[in-house]
């Protein structure tokens, strides 16, 4: 039984359209799976899909056996499934301490445990912990958006294009600090434009195309793979 289990789900925005049609995905404990494709392929529907912000039409969602399918998003956080968005995902107003605090909203407790492993994974943040949010960089932010994410000790993040609009030196740092949290024990669902470098880092990977699962593999393999390169990601074949 895979951690995470999607079977055969359509799902969209509006009445009729789907913008999923029978996507098929899964994930094991500790895995950190790629999910890529061209534009309008589904990626981020799929996330949001998988956070509960999308409700299926048909098909289901399980987490370790359990239907999580209709759940809502705060009933999906508290089993153990954290999701950070593309854009708006952190309070600008907010330091980035309140804003870890934010993170952590149905815990009860002392947080200073969660905060140490936070800090220790971002040193950046640490030192910067009374600034606010709105005041950093792009990279900082999506740090501090997956810092919060890590408040809740989550057995899943779903991180939706974390390095859009970041320079190549910033990804490479954002992309790091995701394979040091996923070699901390939290499975990883990667959604990202920047389809080598996430297949080339990831266990896994998923091509979806209109919707569909049309491509599933080791991330090398994919990588590797003649048509999956020559259709998303660039490459031309040279002429025999």
Not at 10 to 25: C, E, K, Q, S, T
Not at 191 to 204: F, H, T
């Amino acid at each position: 039984m895979s951690l995470l289990e999607v079977s055969d789900v359509y799902a969209g925005y509006i009445p009729d359209v789907d913008i999923l049609r029978g996507v098929n995905f899964r994930l094991e404990a500790g895995e950190l799976v790629a999910v890529i494709g061209p534009n309008g392929a589904g990626k981020s529907t799929l996330a949001k899909t998988i956070a509960g912000l999308l409700r299926p039409r048909l098909g289901t969602i399980t987490l370790a056996g359990e239907d999580i399918t209709y759940l809502r998003p705060n009933q999906i956080v508290k089993k153990g499934i954290g999701y950070v968005p593309q854009i708006a995902n952190v309070f600008p107003s907010l330091t980035i301490e309140e804003n870890l605090e934010m993170g952590a909203f149905i815990k009860s407790g002392n947080l200073k445990g969660l905060k140490g492993r936070v800090y220790e994974t971002f040193p950046r943040l640490a030192e910067r912990r009374h600034q606010r949010a709105g005041t950093l960089s792009g990279g900082e932010r999506q740090m501090l958006a997956m810092g919060r994410a890590m408040m809740l000790d989550p057995q899943i993040m779903v991180l939706d294009e974390p390095s859009a609009a970041l320079s190549p030196a910033l990804v490479n740092d954002v992309f790091a600090k995701i394979k040091e949290i996923n070699a901390q024990g939290t499975a990883i669902i990667l959604v990202e434009q920047n389809a080598r470098k996430a297949l080339a880092m990831s266990d896994r990977g998923y091509v979806l195309e209109m919707g569909k699962d049309r491509y599933e593999g080791l991330g090398s393999e994919l990588l590797n793979d003649p048509k999956v390169g020559e259709l998303y990601l660039g490459i031309v074949r040279a002429e025999p």
